[in-house]
C-alpha cells in the first residue's frame, strides 16, 4: 500500500526523537502499578479464599498487571486520533491528499505507529514491575510462546483503541471534541471490565456488561498467562475463545478504517 | 496544446455557498497561467478541484488527457502541489519532508537523492536540508514548500499564493525562483493571487475571477489593450474652463468630476497629449495639472470587476497564517 511505508517511519521518528511522549505515556501507567497496585495486599486481606478470587494470583500487581498494560494501550491509542486531527489543522494532510496514496495509508500509518509505542510501553511496563519489591510474579511454567501471546493480545487491543479514536478523528476537526470523548469512555472502559477487578467481586450488572468489554478479553488473556503460564483445558479454551473476540474485533476494525478512510477523509 | 480543460467545474458547498460555478478554462502546456481575484473570489477551491484534494459538485476536467473523476491517482501522479497553507512537518528536517514525499512517488532512493539535491540547489537551501524545519525563516520556508510541489518531477505545477504573508523583498525573489523553475523545468504553472503585480509580472495568460466566475481572460497585454486607450486627467482653474476642455474633440470619452476635473480617455495618449495642449491654448485655457495613467493591471480589474482589489490580508488568513508563523518558533 503506497504511502503506508513513509508515514508509519514520520511518525515513528517523531516519537522517538521526543523522549517526552515516551516518558509521559509510561508515567501514567507506572503509577498505576505502584500506588493502586499496592493499595491493597491479598495475603493480609483474607489468604487463600480472598486470593481465590483473584485467580489465584500471589499479589494484587500480579493480578492487575494485564488491565493496566490494556488500559495503556487505550491510553496511547487515543493519540493517534489527536495526530490526524493535528495534520488536518495544520495543513500538512492537504500534502497527502494531493498525493498518489492510498487515503487509509494516512490512517493506517497512525495505527501502526501507535502499536509499535504501546508494545515499547508494555515491556518498559513490565521490566518496571517486576524489579519493583513486591512487584509481578510471573508463573515458572511461563514460556516464550506465552510472551508472544501475551504479546498478540496486546497488539490486537492496542489496534482496536487506536482504530477507533482514528475512525472518530477522520471526520473532525476540533482537538477539544476528541479528548472530550475519550476522557468520557476512558473511565467506564476501564472499569466496567475485568481489567482491576474480578467479576465474582462485582455487583452482577457490572460483571454481565464487563463481559461484553474487550478491555476485559485482553486483560484476562495476558493475566491467564501471567499467573499460569501453562492453561489448563478449561482455562485454556476461556483464554482462545477471548484471543478469538480480539481477532475478529481487529478484522473488523481494519475493515471499517479502511472504508471509512477511503471515502471520509477530506481535508 | 491544451493540457487543462474544464467543463462547467462547479463546486458548491454544504450550505449553499456557490464557490466556482460553472468554470470554463483551458490552460496551454508550458505557460505561467494566473488567476487573478479578490480573497474568496474561488481561486483556491478552483486549485483544490484539479489537484483533487476535493471533489467538485458538478462539471469535469480534464488534464493532461486524464479524467479528473476517473483517473484521480494518474492525476496526482503528474501534477505538484504547493498549498496556500504550510504542508511540512517542521518536527522532520528539510530532506526527510522531501525523501517521504519522494517515497509516496515510488521514486527509486538514488534517483530521489539526485533530484532533492537539485532541487535544494534551485531555491538556495542546499546547506538547509539537512536542519529542522522548525528552524527555518518564512520566506526559507516557503521556499521549502517550492520544491515539496517539485519532487515527483511534475508536468503541471499548482502554486495557491505562493507569496501571501510574506514581506516585499522576499516576494520578488520567489517570484524569481518561480520564473526559474518555469525555464528550467518547461513545468505548466498555474498560479492563483490576489497580487495584481505577482500576476503581472509571472503570467503569461491571466483569468480574472470573482464570485466564483471568469470575467475575462487573455495576456495581461491584451487585458490592458482591452480598456482601449489612456487617462488624461486634468484640473482647471472654474467649471466653464473645464467644460470647454470635456469638448476636446479627439476624446474617445469625457466627464467632469469634482468641481472642475476633467477625466478624458483617449486612444493614445503618446500623440493625443500635445494635440489636447494644442486645443487648450486655442481655446486660452491652461489646466492646473495634468495626469496620464496608461492601463494598468489594477484599471483592468477595476473594469471588469467594478470594484479595486484589495491586498490586504483578510482576518481567517491572517489567523492562519499566524499559526503557520508560530510554528515556525
Known amino acids: ?267 | 496544446m491544451t493540457i487543462i480543460k474544464t467543463e462547467d467545474l462547479t463546486k458548491i458547498y454544504p450550505g449553499g455557498t456557490k464557490a466556482v460555478e460553472d468554470l470554463n478554462i483551458e490552460i496551454e502546456e508550458a505557460e505561467i497561467y494566473g488567476l487573478l481575484g479578490k480573497n474568496g473570489a474561488g481561486k483556491t477551491t478552483t486549485i483544490k478541484m484539479l489537484t483533487t484534494a476535493i471533489d467538485p459538485t458538478s462539471g469535469n476536467a480534464v488534464i493532461d488527457g486524464y479524467d479528473l473523476r476517473k483517473d484521480k491517482d494518474k492525476i496526482r501522479r503528474i501534477i505538484g502541489v504547493v498549498p496556500q497553507d504550510l504542508t511540512t512537518d517542521a518536527d522532520l528536517k528539510g530532506i526527510e519532508n522531501l525523501r517521504m514525499i519522494a517515497a509516496f512517488y515510488n521514486i527509486p532512493r538514488p534517483e530521489a537523492e539526485q533530484r532533492i539535491k537539485d532541487l535544494l540547489e534551485i531555491v538556495d537551501l542546499s546547506d538547509w536540508g539537512n536542519r529542522y524545519v522548525s528552524q527555518y525563516s518564512g520566506g526559507m520556508r516557503k521556499r521549502l514548500e517550492l520544491i515539496c510541489g517539485l519532487v515527483n518531477s511534475p508536468k503541471i505545477l499548482f502554486l495557491d499564493e505562493p507569496t501571501l504573508g510574506l514581506d516585499v523583498n522576499t516576494r520578488s525573489k520567489m517570484w524569481k525562483y518561480i520564473k526559474d523553475i518555469q525555464k528550467e523545468l518547461g513545468v505548466t504553472i498555474i498560479l492563483t493571487s490576489h497580487y495584481l503585480e505577482e500576476v503581472d509580472q509571472l503570467a503569461d495568460r491571466i483569468s480574472i475571477i470573482d464570485h466564483g466566475k471568469i470575467l475575462i481572460t487573455g495576456t495581461p497585454e491584451s487585458l490592458k489593450a482591452s480598456l482601449k486607450g489612456d487617462i488624461v486627467t486634468m484640473e482647471f482653474q472654474s467649471k466653464e474652463d473645464a467644460d470647454l476642455a470635456r469638448s476636446y474633440p479627439g476624446a474617445l470619452e469625457a466627464t467632469i468630476t469634482g468641481s472642475s476635473r476633467v477625466r478624458m480617455k483617449v486612444e493614445n495618449s503618446d500623440t493625443e497629449l500635445p494635440r489636447i495642449l494644442a486645443y487648450l491654448m486655442e481655446k486660452n485655457v491652461s489646466p492646473i495639472t495634468i495626469n496620464v495613467k496608461k492601463p494598468s493591471l489594477d484599471e483592468v480589474f477595476l473594469e471588469y470587476t467594478g470594484s479595486s482589489i484589495d491586498e490586504d490580508i483578510d482576518p481567517e488568513q491572517f489567523r492562519r497564517m499566524m499559526q503557520n508563523v508560530r510554528r515556525l518558533r
Open chain 1, 1 to 267: 500500500m503506497s504511502g503506508l511505508g513513509p508515514l508509519t517511519i514520520r511518525e515513528i521518528k517523531k516519537w522517538y526523537r521526543n523522549p517526552v511522549y515516551l516518558i509521559v505515556g509510561l508515567l501514567q501507567p507506572v503509577f498505576w502499578i505502584i500506588l493502586f497496585g499496592s493499595a491493597f495486599d491479598i495475603a493480609k486481606f483474607g489468604g487463600p479464599f480472598v486470593s481465590s478470587f483473584f485467580d489465584g494470583a500471589k499479589d494484587y500487581i500480579t493480578y492487575m498487571i494485564g488491565g493496566i498494560l490494556t488500559i495503556t494501550g487505550l491510553f496511547t491509542g487515543m493519540f493517534s486520533g489527536i495526530n490526524i486531527i493535528w495534520d488536518r489543522r495544520l495543513g500538512i494532510l492537504q500534502r497527502f491528499l494531493v498525493s498518489p496514496i492510498k487515503r487509509s495509508s494516512i490512517v493506517f500509518s497512525r495505527i501502526i505507529a501507535s502499536v509499535v509505542r504501546i508494545i515499547v510501553q508494555v515491556i518498559i511496563l513490565v521490566a518496571i514491575a517486576l524489579v519493583i519489591p513486591d512487584g509481578l510474579k510471573i508463573s515458572p511454567s511461563f514460556t516464550a510462546v506465552d510472551a508472544l501471546l501475551m504479546v498478540a493480545a496486546v497488539l490486537m487491543i492496542s489496534f482496536i483503541f487506536s482504530s477507533i479514536f482514528s475512525i472518530i478523528a477522520i471526520r473532525m476537526t476540533r482537538m477539544e471534541t476528541i479528548m472530550g470523548i475519550t476522557n468520557l469512555v476512558n473511565l467506564p472502559l476501564m472499569f466496567a471490565s475485568y481489567a482491576l477487578f474480578p467479576p465474582d467481586l462485582m455487583v452482577s450488572w457490572l460483571s454481565t456488561v464487563a463481559k461484553y468489554n474487550p478491555v476485559s478479553w485482553s486483560a484476562e488473556s495476558i493475566r491467564l498467562l501471567i499467573i499460569y503460564g501453562n492453561l489448563t483445558g478449561s482455562q485454556m479454551s476461556t483464554f482462545a475463545s477471548y484471543m478469538i473476540y480480539l481477532l475478529i474485533l481487529t478484522v473488523v476494525m481494519i475493515l471499517l478504517v479502511y472504508f471509512v478512510s477511503e471515502s471520509g477523509i477530506k481535508e
